[in-house]
C-alpha cells in the first residue's frame, strides 16, 4: 500500500474508467478523468490516492477527500474511487487500504470518521463496509449540476 504518484495516472484513469462503468453503466470521457486525476495528484488539499500493489502491480485503488466539520472541530474523511481488479476481490486488498487509510486518519489526530457513499443497488460493496464495521447512515445525497442552476 503507498500513496499514487504521477508515474500511476494511466492506471488511476483506466480502474476509473472500469469503476464508472460496472457501477452506474457510465462512458466517462477519458481526458476529464485524466485531468481529474492530475489534478488531485497535484494538489493535496483536492484529495490523495491509495494504491494497493501486489508482486510490483497495482490491483486497486481508494481515493480520500476531506471535509472539514464546524460540528467536531476536525475533519471527516471520505474514501471514493474504490476500485479493486475483478480477480483481485474478496482477497483482502480492499481491508488493506481500508487499515491503510484508517491508520493514516488516526495519526492525523482530527478525524472524527471515515464516510463514503456507495450505490444503493451495490450490495457487494455494501456488504464489504459492513463487514469492516462501518454503518448506514441515514444521510441522502442529493445532487444539482452547476450547469442547471438558475
Excluded: H
Excluded at 481526458?31 to 484529495?47: C, D, F, H, M, Y
Excluded at 471527516?76 to 476500485?83: A, F, H, L, R, T
Excluded at 487499515?99 to 450490495?123: K, P
Amino acid at each position: 500500500m503507498r500513496p499514487a504518484g504521477a508515474a500511476d495516472v494511466g492506471g488511476l484513469v483506466e480502474r476509473n474508467l472500469a469503476l464508472a462503468a460496472e457501477s452506474e453503466d457510465r462512458v466517462l470521457d477519458r481526458s476529464a478523468v485524466e485531468a481529474g486525476v492530475r489534478a488531485i495528484l497535484g494538489s493535496s488539499r483536492r484529495g490523495r490516492y491509495w494504491v494497493a500493489e501486489v508482486d510490483g502491480t497495482v490491483r486497486g485503488q481508494c481515493l480520500v477527500t476531506e471535509e472539514p466539520s464546524d460540528w467536531t472541530g476536525g475533519r471527516y474523511w471520505w474514501i471514493q474511487s474504490v476500485y479493486i481488479d475483478p480477480d483481485w476481490r474478496g482477497t483482502g486488498v480492499f481491508r488493506r487500504l481500508w487499515e491503510v487509510v484508517g491508520a493514516a486518519a488516526a495519526e492525523a489526530g482530527d478525524v472524527a470518521s471515515i464516510r463514503l457513499y456507495v450505490a444503493r443497488g451495490n450490495r457487494a460493496a455494501r456488504a464489504v463496509y459492513e463487514r469492516l464495521g462501518m454503518e448506514e447512515t441515514d444521510y441522502r445525497v442529493y445532487e444539482k449540476p452547476v450547469g442547471e442552476l438558475g
